[in-house]
């Protein structure tokens, strides 16, 4: 009699499991599997991203991809990004361990203090990230050349010259999202056991061989964390890129997604939108599947 109800039990259990997760399931398939399955058709395509009347897209093959080595803004685009993910993945990741470190020594309210004031520009909106920073390194009334003239340095017109415009937005983006990263770094730290310190200290450790030996090792898995979430986050970089060419050359500073909107939603050119944003999609799985790799090889070395 036990055995029936048992598995009367478990597919009532399993109903049940599928009702709760339908609704999760319709929404991620609406919203994400079937866009990306349409932008993977689109990208065989000569179409417009926004069709009016009885228009019938064009089936061209691989001519999208086969298109764009020989486009010499996809390669400006792709070679910004690539610098842009230098400039920004692993100094952004040391410069919040380095934050994280340094807090830990703190306490109290002071602790929450220096915490807040390191987390505020996290949860600030982009357009109020570009304000400000606009206000301060803008080359006619930036505050910043202000102090220049002060200093008797000449003026430099950061977001307006292609040589300053990407370390800028670099420095501009670690400022702004080293928040989340320095909590992760906190968390981290916390978790370690105050034990294994206290032992480093009474076999006189130095501070340098407590980090190399100690603390770096036990951290690597929220380092590697934090690389991952970073890298690809900094391959989508757009919305800075964007708003700091205004009134400068965009077409110089162009990254992957600038240029994907570009294509779609100035040019109205669908299909080669489309193929770019495979192109990118790729890059973000493969680049971060072998980040990850290399990050667990490191790991067991450590």
């Not at 993945?89 to 220096?114: C, D, E, F, K, N």
């Not at 102090?147 to 800028?168: N, Q």
């Not at 898995?221 to 989508?236: D, E, N, S």
């Not at 990118?280 to 290399?294: C, H, M, P, T």
């Amino acid at each position: 009699m036990g055995g029936p109800g048992v598995i009367r039990n478990a597919r009532k259990d399993t109903l049940i499991a599928y009702v709760l997760i339908a609704p999760f399931v319709a929404i991620y398939g609406l919203i994400f599997v079937y866009p990306t399955i349409d932008m993977f058709i689109l990208s065989f395509q000569d179409a417009p991203l926004i069709t009016f009347g009885p228009q019938t897209p064009e089936w061209t093959g691989l001519d999208n991809y086969t298109r764009l080595p020989d486009d010499r803004r996809f390669g400006t685009a792709f070679w910004n990004t690539a610098y842009f993910v230098l400039l920004t993945v692993v100094p952004g990741t040391l410069v919040a361990l380095a934050i994280a470190m340094g807090i830990t020594r703190l306490s109290g309210r002071l602790q929450a203090l220096v915490l807040a004031l390191f987390f505020l520009p996290y949860i600030l909106p982009v357009s109020v990230v570009y304000r400000i920073w606009d206000w301060t390194l803008n080359f006619q009334f930036g505050i910043a050349m202000h102090l220049f003239d002060v200093l008797g340095i000449d003026r430099v017109p950061i977001f307006k010259t292609s040589t300053w415009f990407m370390p800028a937005v670099a420095f501009v983006t670690i400022w702004w999202t080293c928040g989340f990263s320095i909590l992760l770094f906190l968390a981290g730290l916390r978790a370690i056991p105050t034990e294994i310190y206290e032992a480093a200290e009474l076999d006189n450790a130095g501070r340098w061989t407590v980090f190399r030996k100690l603390t770096w090792p036990l951290l690597w898995p929220i380092t590697a964390l934090v690389l991952t979430i970073q890298l690809i986050l900094q391959l989508k970089i757009f919305d800075q890129v964007y708003l700091f060419s205004i009134g400068g050359r965009p077409n110089d500073n162009l990254v992957m997604v600038y240029y994907i909107y570009q294509r779609a939603f100035q040019n109205d050119d669908g299909g080669r939108a489309a193929a770019i944003a495979v192109v990118l999609f790729l890059i973000v799985i493969v680049v971060s599947v072998l980040n990850f790799q290399l990050l667990r090889l490191a790991e067991r070395k450590t």
